[in-house]
């Protein structure tokens, strides 16, 4: 007997269901991820000791894209990256220093070296004495499905739109982490937590951030599915919508919101902690 063509036409209904699903959820997976394109960091006077003469430039330089990103900021300075549509890597490095006179300052500033080897960013330059100082801050523009290595000390580091094997590392500085999926690990030592969520779920194996003195801040949006756990040590908590809890009450919280999911896991030891939501756009 002949299978009725009417078997096969729902199954050909079927997974052209599937696959509109399908699509429909990489578009809106992909759609939270933004093209960013502004470049924001400038030099400015508000730098440095009054006292002393200082000397800014930002250089540019654009790198092919080699896999994985190593920015090496342990000298001083903060670190941005922001994923964008494009497929090549653009640095953007200010130099700043100080010297007692302004010839001295930009002297300074010509002996810093930024190494722009393929998959690394780092700074050379020479040892300073008294008050004199030299440091190099950086914005990076990244495809968004880029893995990163970011490293600072003396400075904050912040991430947005990017999908991929993320880790960092600062000890005197913020963290600003927005719209990221993948594999995202890191920590602060000294420096407050500050993290975006968009879409429906993570997208990726999970985030895990820590900070030892500083608090935790989160805004995910109404109807977010995730495995959340967060907690600190010395500072209160704040959660704005219904969680169920069972057992004991402290000051660690690890529950199932909306549905499940990859694990989100925020956490201080010295610092307040504020889980909140925000309306969906539509």
């Known amino acids: ?9 729902s199954e050909r209904r079927s997974r052209r269901a599937w696959f509109l699903c399908f699509c ?12 960013n394109q502004d470049r924001t960091m400038v030099c400015d006077n508000r730098w440095g000791d009054r006292r002393l003469e200082s000397f800014c430039e930002v250089r540019e330089q654009t790198l092919t894209t080699a896999g ?7 000298h001083n300075g903060s670190i941005s990256v922001k994923g964008w549509k494009q497929s090549g890597i653009l640095v953007r490095a ?11 300052a930009r002297s300074l500033g010509s002996q810093v070296r930024i190494d722009f080897a393929p998959g690394r960013v780092r700074a050379e330059g020479p040892s300073t004495r ?8 950086y914005e990076i523009f990244v495809p968004h499905g880029s893995d990163l290595s970011l490293r600072a000390h003396n400075g904050g580091i912040a991430i947005s739109d990017v999908r991929g094997q993320i880790d960092f590392d600062t000890v005197n500085g913020g963290v ?12 602060t030592v000294n420096g407050g937590l500050s ?4 879409g429906n779920r993570w997208d990726g194996a999970g985030l895990d951030a820590e900070t030892t003195n500083g608090g935790v801040s989160m805004v995910l949006p109404d109807g977010y599915s995730a495995r959340l756990e967060t907690g600190t040590v010395n500072g209160g908590m704040q959660v704005d919508f219904p969680v169920t809890i069972q ?29 909140r939501q925000k309306s969906r756009s539509i």
Not at 68 to 74: E, H, K, P, S
């Open 247 to 275: 057992g004991r009450i402290s000051k660690r919280l690890e529950v199932q919101i909306g549905s499940g999911g990859p694990p989100i896991r925020a956490v201080t030891t010295n610092g307040g902690v504020s889980i």
């Open 130 to 137: 008294g008050r004199e100082h030299w440091d190099v801050s």
């Open 176 to 187: 600003s982490l927005t719209r990221l999926a993948g594999n995202v690990r890191g920590r």
């Open 68 to 74: 994985r990103l190593d920015v090496d900021g342990r």
């Open 1 to 9: 007997m002949r299978p009725s063509t009417n078997i096969f036409a």
């Open 24 to 35: 429909l959820t990489l578009v809106s997976a992909g759609a939270q991820m933004r093209d």
């Open 94 to 104: 200010k130099v700043q220093t100080r010297a007692h006179t302004e010839a001295e």
């Open 195 to 198: 993290i975006n969520l968009e």
